[in-house]
Structures are given as C-alpha cells and as structure tokens.
C-alpha cells in the first residue's frame, strides 16, 4: 500500500464504488469468502498493470469494505477473493482471478481470451476440480469509478399512459450504424441514437417508447470470437450497473456513463420514453466450465443456482450454462439496486426482462407470488414504471404467457403466432382470433389486468423480419457457423411458394400486401403495439432468423433501400390509430345486448352481413370475419371522462380468392366511407359512401377499414 495513502474503514452501503467529492467508498458482498483484496489498475500507460492491492479489513453484514481519499472518478479497480476452492461443494474462489465489481457504475474492456481467464486447468482430465493458478488480470476487463454528476436540466420520467403507448423496439448499434443523418462518428453510439435526425425518424412513426436492446455491459464467447462472430444482441450480461461501452463514442473511462444519460435527455425532450430490455436471468459466466469474471469468484454460491445433490454444476433454465440465484436475499438485491439505479440516476421509464419466467422459479416451478415480484411491487419507485415481461424460459414449465401479476404487461407470444397463422390461412378457428383482436381478455382479464397488459408484436429481435417472414419458409443461417441449426423453425412464415427474393412482380405484390395486413393488424388491435426497428422499411437478413452473433451490415438497418411505400403505410396506420380512441381502449370490450338497437361496444359478423353464431366462431376453416366498434362507446380516458369517436367495421379475409362482404343492417350504420384496403397503397381516395346492404368486395388475403359516415 502507498504510504501517502491513508484508508479509512468506510461503510458498507451502497455497495459498489462511491465517489462523495473527497474519496471512494469501496464494499463489495461475499458471503464465503476468508478475505478480499482492491486492486487497483492507476497507470494509464500500463492498463493492465496492478499498482496498488488493498486488503479489506473490514466486515459489515457480509460486505468487505474501505474508504480511498483521494481517489478520483477514472480510477480503474477489480478484487481478488479468496476462499476454498472446492467445486463439488459449490465453491469457486480463486485470487488469482481479477473480478468485475457486481456493482461497476462502468467497465472498461473486454475479456481477452486466455486460458488464464477460466479458474480451473483447462486440458486437464479432472476439468473444472484442479484451480488454475496463473493471474488473469491482463485478459479481462476492469471496473471504473464513474462520476455520477450529470446536468438533467429540470428532466423527469414522462409516465406515458400505457393505453397510449407504442414501443419501438431497436438495438443501438444497428439502429444507427449505417444512417447517413447520423455524424460517422457517432454512428453506432448512444450520442449517434440521441442525434436530432434519428429522433424525428422515430417521432415520425407515432412511437411513444423506444425499447432498447440489452445496453448493460456484455461479454463475447469464446466459440463466437474463434468464428470471427461477436455477441451483438448483447443478451450476455456481466455489469447489470454498467452502460455497454460498446456503443460509446467517447470511450470507456467511465465518461460512456454521461453519453448514456445524455441520449435518455434528448429523447426524454422529445417525449419518448426509454424502455431497456434487462437480462438477469443469467450472466456471462456460463456453465461450470465457463470462465471466472465476477459472481462466481465473488460468491457462487449465493449468485447461481446449483444442483441440490451436486452444487459442482448449475441449474440452468436459460439455455446459457447458469441461472442467477434469485432464492438468495443477495441476488434479489443485486437486482433491485440495479433497476432502481437505472430509473433513479437514468430516468429509464421502464423494462423489459429477458427470459422473465426464470426470475420466478423460487424452487422448480414458476412462482407468480414469489419474492421477486412482492418485493417489485412493493418499491415505491420500480412499482410506478413500466414493467415487461418475457414470459418464459427454457425449462419445464416456463411458458407462462397470460400468468404474470398486475402491474405486468407481457409480450403477447400467443398474438403473435395467432395473427401469423391467420394471414397464411392456416386452419384455425375464428375464435381466437377474436379474443387477439381485443386484447386477450382469456389471458389476462380474469387476473384483474386491463387490455394493455398484452404487448401485440408480429416480430421481434429474435426471429425473421417482417420482410423475411412473408418471404422465407426456412431459416438461413449458415453464416452464423452453427450448420443452420440455430434459431427458431419459424413454422409461421409464408414465402407465397418462392423461398427468398424474387424478380416476380406479383409475387412481390403479394408479399408486400401481407406486410401491411400484418401491420395495419397490429395497429388496430387492442393492447400495446410493438415495432420492430427495420420492419416499416422492408429490412431484410436474407433469411437469417437468429442475427444474435452478426454484427454488421447483415443486422443493421439498411438505410439506403428503403421501402417506401412500407413506410409510409407504417406511419399512416400508426397516425390512424393514434387518432382513433376506439382502437387504443384502457378498458375491456363489454359485447352488446341484442335488442333491435346498437348498445355496445363491439360486434361480430359473417361475410353474408349476418352476426356470427358459436358454429361460425369454431369453424376450423372459416378464413374471414367482420368486427364493427361502436365509436359511440370509445371508452374512458385516463381521468374517467367518456370518450367518443368514429364508429367502424373491420373486414378481414385471409383466404385466396376475391370475397364479396355484405354491410350490415342499417341499425349499425346507414352510410358507410371506405378508409383503407390493405390490398392498395393507402390512403384511399375519397369515394361515393356506400349503403347498409351493399356488397364490398374484398381482395385475397386483405383487410378493409370502413368508417361509418354522417
């Protein structure tokens, strides 16, 4: 230790490293642990040089702790655990491994990879029992003291109505890699997102929300890196404190920490909201043969799950070798400190969690009352902002679309396969098309939730584009070197029987139409739509349904051929929506009472204009249906105030040849004005309004929005 260094015992809370103006509070939790070194990484020319290794002495509830004066924001710092190296009983420390803070406000690095990063021998017959000995310090990354002053300039959450919302869902890096309105060399980066062009674009779909891809600190595997691959969803978390350095402009010192805030402000301003997609399911670190970064050399025990009769290997419902701890208090906490830091020193309007059913798994199965959502609910500051769920996991029992508690909204899985296997004209019954339409009230209102609990998406990050999905049958990943058995089947595509691109100009039209039926469907059904980034201008990946590891031109979003007739349809369908109450409702559709007269809020009919009866609803081949919604009964805003609109009739027909609809009876509506047919470029010209009676015909596989007129 420097002798002109005086330390102090400090405090052990907050955990992590804590800058007050004078010095650094430095604690850090190990239950199991004998003893804890700082280590401190101070020559910039030398970055990978420790210069100073502290002992903590002191112990406060199980957190190591001392104070630094002096020390300054920049400061590049990791620990060395020490403790019984046993495996078989579920312990892994090893001081010769240098370990991220769980806590880092920043991280500066990437893992290198070496042998020397894994705690255990590798090549040796015993694998993961014998410890490996030699220092892995200049392989791996370092925590960063960060400087948590940062101007806000008066900005707070925006706390948008849920029944208002639109999510746009976007990963940095791809989202501005190529866009020519972005400074090259902002492109990439938090500050490149934050740019005025790439906001307006963003404005200009009506979207409320941007839902980022994983932006905390990540690691790339091995096995990716030896492929000349990268992990570029980012879905393998290390630093749940840490903004992804990745996409900094500015470097990694810790100054990404004030980019990462100045990008929320901007968009803030604006009045979009920033929704993170969050991955504490897991962590980097793999199985019981992955390399020691953190958790497992801090405690592994208390971060991951193990095997009841063999802690030497993990419980893993994830799919990605660990399972993050969530029946010890420690984890629980880690979890809650990160997502109040986020909305505190971040002002993040809300999340989206990864693989959330594993978050719920107290024992095997899934717990909805488990200890993770009371101590959610009960935060009188995570309990106000936006909570998503990703509804399942990897193990038995993980699908759990519709079971999440309230104050929940989920990403809708079942909406999803329901609309792709309509529009391709697969045999289903209307039925539950129906219920999709509205908002899942099968799925969630009986648990005391409002239609705003299902999140409605076509696509998503994981999967085809939109594109893909209306031109490919089978995935095609052979550029992610894993002999194209990565991915989802994707059972639900339709290439209208010519797989990938073609030069036929109906078949182009055809699929072209589909997209728009996907998309005019996703604005017009209750619940909370969500864009994927690239969908509304027709980007293609060629068929490659899992671009997790492909970080260039393949994934990122082709701004230089735009389909846009797809844009301007996305943004006339967003605005069209917006406009109309009777499609963004906070409350359950009530049916109507069959008197004579309309008195609610919704009806349902056949093409022939009559009111469909139970057989029609469970006809397993019936291809087309109507829905009327009464304007007149739009519902009820946000401070209870009754709310009036338009009144339509929905006309939807995935079958192949040309239908003739008959409008209803006059008591729902004497004169009818056609506003868009999906099967055309819209909006429709202004046509003669038509009768109650009359006959539209309705193209193949399109969809036709008539609003009543006065």
């Given amino acids: 230790m420097s002798e002109s260094r005086r330390i102090t015992p400090g405090t052990p809370y907050p955990q992590g490293a804590i800058w007050d103006g004078a010095g650094v509070n430095f604690s850090l939790f190990s239950e199991n642990a004998t003893g804890v070194e700082l280590c401190l990484f101070e020559d910039p020319s030398k970055p990978d040089q420790q210069t100073e290794r502290i002992a903590l002495e002191e112990r406060t509830d199980l957190v190591w702790h001392v104070y630094l004066p002096r020390a300054k924001p920049g400061l590049r710092y990791g620990y060395r655990v020490q403790g019984d190296y046993d495996p078989a009983k579920g312990h892994r420390f090893n001081p010769a491994k240098l370990l991220l803070d769980p806590y880092a406000k920043a991280i500066d690095g990437a893992v290198r990879w070496d042998n020397a990063v894994f705690g255990y021998t590798i090549g040796n017959e015993d694998e993961d029992l014998s410890r490996d000995d030699r220092d892995s310090a200049p392989f791996v990354p370092k925590s960063v003291v960060a400087d948590p002053y ?34 090259e060399e902002l492109r990439g980066t938090y500050a490149g997102l934050a740019q005025p062009s790439a906001i307006e674009y963003i404005k200009s779909l009506g979207v409320t929300a941007v839902e980022l891809m994983p932006i905390h600190h990540s690691v790339s595997d091995r096995q990716l890196l030896d492929r000349g691959l990268t992990n570029y969803w980012g879905y393998n978390s290390i630093g749940y404190f840490a903004p992804d350095s990745r996409f900094s402009s500015v470097g990694s010192a810790g100054d990404q920490v004030a980019e990462f805030k100045g990008m929320v402000r901007a968009l803030h301003r604006e009045g979009l909201e920033v929704i993170l997609d969050v991955v504490y399911n897991h962590t980097a670190e793999g199985n019981h043969l992955g390399p020691t970064l953190c958790f497992r050399g801090i405690d592994n025990l208390a971060y991951y799950r193990t095997a009841e009769d063999n802690p030497r290997y993990y419980v893993d419902y994830t799919g990605c070798g660990n399972t993050l701890n969530m029946r010890h208090p420690r984890s629980l906490q880690l979890i809650m400190d990160s997502l109040r830091y986020w909305v505190i020193e971040y002002h993040i309007d809300g999340f989206r969690f990864d693989l959330a059913s594993a978050l719920a798994r107290e024992l095997h199965e899934v717990d909805r009352l488990g200890a993770f959502f009371d101590i959610i609910h009960q935060d009188p500051t995570l309990s106000q902002v936006k909570l998503i769920a990703e509804p399942w996991d990897l193990g038995d029992g993980g699908y759990q679309v519709g079971n999440f508690p309230v104050l929940w909204s989920e990403w809708n899985g079942k909406y999803r396969d329901c609309l792709r296997d309509y529009w391709r ?81 109906a078949i182009n039209a055809l699929r072209k139409r589909q997209m728009r039926n996907f998309v005019a469907t996703l604005f017009l059904s209750l619940g909370v739509p969500m864009l994927r980034a690239g969908d509304e201008i027709g980007q ?140 055309g470029r819209p909006p429709v010209k202004p046509g003669r309004p038509v009768n109650a009676g009359d006959k539209i015909e309705v193209n193949p596989r399109s969809l036709i929005v008539m609003c009543r007129a006065l």
């Fill in 540 to 679: 293609t990946k060629s068929g490659n349904n899992n671009t997790y590891c492909q970080d260039n031109e393949l994934s990122w979003l082709d701004w230089e051929h735009v389909d846009r007739d797809q844009l301007a349809f996305c943004r006339w369908m967003s605005s069209f929506s917006r406009a109309h109450p009777v499609f963004r409702r906070r409350r359950w559709l009530q049916g109507r009472a069959i008197r004579g007269s309309v008195n609610g809020d919704i009806g349902w009919f056949r093409p022939d204009g009559n009111e469909m009866s139970d057989v029609d609803w469970n006809d397993g081949n019936a291809k087309s249906l109507a829905v009327f919604y009464n304007g007149e009964i739009a519902g009820s805003d946000e401070y209870g105030r009754k709310v009036r609109d338009d009144s339509f009739y929905l006309m939807f027909h995935a079958g192949h040849e040309p239908l003739e609809f008959v409008l209803p009876s006059d008591k729902w509506g004497k004169r009818w004005r056609k506003e868009m047919d999906t099967s």
């Fill in 425 to 505: 004209g697969a045999d289903r019954s209307l039925s539950e098309l129906g219920m999709r339409l509205t908002g899942s009230s099968d799925l969630y209102e009986s648990g005391g939730r409002r239609p705003y609990a299902s999140i409605n998406f076509i696509t998503a990050h994981d999967g085809f584009t939109l594109r893909d999905l209306v031109s490919y049958n089978d995935r095609h990943n052979e550029a992610n070197g894993e002999d194209n058995r990565d991915g989802s089947s994707d059972n639900r595509s339709w290439n209208c029987g010519v797989e990938g691109p073609t030069d036929d100009p």
């Fill in 150 to 183: 940062f101007d806000w300039h008066g900005d707070t959450l925006l706390r948008i109505p849920w029944h208002r919302t639109v999510i746009y869902e976007l990963h940095v890096k791809g989202f501005t890699a190529r866009n020519r309105g972005i400074p």
